[in-house]
């Protein structure tokens, strides 16, 4: 069985700032590994993923994540925040031939002026 | 239209009614998935149908039905709801192969009101 914990529910921080968004993951096998964001009254939008290879992994709009297998984790971060990232960032884990992607709870990111 | 789409946006119900929710997908994946999203709680995954064949049910309430006529649409039939069925339902769509990752691509949803 596999599982994600998103550490924090609410992440207020002020435009320009950094943010780090945290998720670990329990999984007996090898795993996959997503960021998925979501912007109010849409659905989930692929954000970033690791499969394999290099464990540092990069979006378009300036997010990374670093996969961390000795302490199971895939933290999200960005050196510096946009109103525009206000969202909820949910961490999801695929394993191996599993249909299923099992997701967090969920972080809501709020960008302060 | 492109990428997976859901209709309606919006729905309220009353407990008796009888309604279906609509998912399509644009882009010639071979698995579709749907999903409860209820507030302050984790993606629930509900169905999920590979070349049309349902193969996974995560113990969902009957009056939840899903149906998938084809790899492009997948529809969730809903009657005699309870409350506690109000929540975001998002469908989704991957292309499956085994032993690979499964990135899933998802629609705006559906925001069900039962009443």
């Known amino acids: 069985a596999q599982s994600v914990t998103q550490l924090d529910s609410q992440v207020p921080v002020f435009e320009e700032a950094p943010v780090e968004l945290r998720c670990n993951y329990s999984s007996s096998v090898s795993v996959y590994l997503f960021w998925y964001v979501q912007y109010p009254n849409q659905g989930l939008q692929l954000l970033l993923k690791y499969l394999s290879g290099s464990t540092l992994v990069e979006s378009i709009n300036g997010f990374e994540a670093e996969f961390n297998k000795s302490q199971t984790s895939f933290h999200l971060r960005k050196p510096s925040v946009h109103i525009s990232d206000t969202a909820e960032y949910f961490c999801a884990v695929s394993s191996g031939s599993a249909r299923q992607l099992t997701f967090g709870s969920g972080t809501q990111l709020t960008v302060l002026p | 239209e492109t990428g997976v789409t859901q209709t309606p946006r919006h729905l309220v119900m009353g407990m008796t009614n009888k309604k279906s929710l609509k998912c399509e997908q644009h882009l010639g994946h071979n698995a579709m998935y749907w999903y409860k999203q209820s507030a302050k709680k984790p993606l629930e995954l509900m169905f999920v149908y590979s070349l049309e064949e349902r193969v996974e049910n995560n113990s969902v309430p009957s009056r939840f039905s899903p149906e998938c006529p084809n790899s492009s649409h997948l529809f969730l039939h809903l009657h005699t709801l309870q409350p506690e069925d109000s929540a975001l339902y998002l469908c989704?769509?991957?292309?499956?192969?085994?032993?690979?990752?499964?990135?899933?691509?998802f629609g705006p949803g559906t925001r069900l009101t039962v009443l």
């Open positions: 989704a769509s991957s292309q499956f192969s085994g032993g690979s990752y499964n990135e899933q691509f």
